[in-house]
Structures are given as structure tokens and as C-alpha cells.
Nanobody
Framework: QVQLVESGGGSVHAGGSLRLSCDAS????????MAWYRQAPGKQRELIAD???????NYVDSAKGRFTISKDPTKPTAYLDMTGLGPEDTAIYYC?????????????WGQGTQVTVSS
């Protein structure tokens, strides 16, 4: 089992920045990929970015150039640095970890952290 705890959410004005953190614990050695999703009110949860163990990152178009996903080299923590925030970025942000091998596929989720951007 893997436990994920997000932090760093809050309220900012448009144009502001935030850094979200996701601390993983438990069987962290089984994790292949970590990712950030978000869910705005009335909308489906959507992927923002993911990063593999070897550091390869992928972003959705709306995040490219504004958001950066990274991993701490010394501990099982992932980050999402967000800049140029706008009201459309208001959502609950969730950390996700996937543990996949030829025998199983486990998905883990954090509890979410609220990001509110005011205009």
C-alpha cells in the first residue's frame, strides 16, 4: 500500500504562483509514475501532468509552459509548480501514484488540496 498526502494549496490572485507537494509513504518502491490531477466544480477529474521514475514528464496542453512537475531526488515526494494561475485553475488538486508490474496495477490517490484563484 502507498499513502499520498498533498499540501501547498491555497488562495491566490490571478497571475500568482503555488507549489503543491505530494508526500508518499508506505511501499513507495513500487511506484512507477506519479501524477497530478485536478477536479473543478461540476467537471470531471483531469490529468495535468505525470512523471516517471526516470524523470520523464508529460503535460496536458493547458499546463505546458505554466506548470512544472518534478520529483525530489532524496525522498518520495512529487511537486507541481504552478505559475500564471487564472480563475480557470480553481480546483481540487489530487496526487496520484501508479504501481504497475506484470502481475498487478495499483492506483493510489491523495485526499486532495484546494486551489482557489481569484480574478
Amino acid at each position: 500500500q502507498v499513502q499520498l498526502v498533498e499540501s501547498g494549496g491555497g488562495s491566490v490572485h490571478a497571475g500568482g504562483s503555488l507549489r503543491l507537494s505530494c508526500d508518499a509513504s508506505g511501499m513507495t518502491w513500487t511506484i512507477n509514475t506519479m501524477a497530478w490531477y485536478r477536479q473543478a466544480p461540476g467537471k470531471q477529474r483531469e490529468l495535468i501532468a505525470d512523471i516517471t521514475n526516470d524523470g520523464r514528464a508529460n503535460y496536458v496542453d493547458s499546463a505546458k509552459g505554466r506548470f512544472t512537475i518534478s520529483k525530489d531526488p532524496t525522498k518520495p515526494t512529487a511537486y507541481l509548480d504552478m505559475t500564471g494561475l487564472g480563475p480557470e485553475d480553481t480546483a481540487i488538486y489530487y496526487c496520484h501514484a501508479a504501481a504497475v508490474n506484470e502481475f498487478h496495477h495499483y492506483d493510489y490517490w491523495g485526499q486532495g488540496t484546494q486551489v482557489t484563484v481569484s480574478s
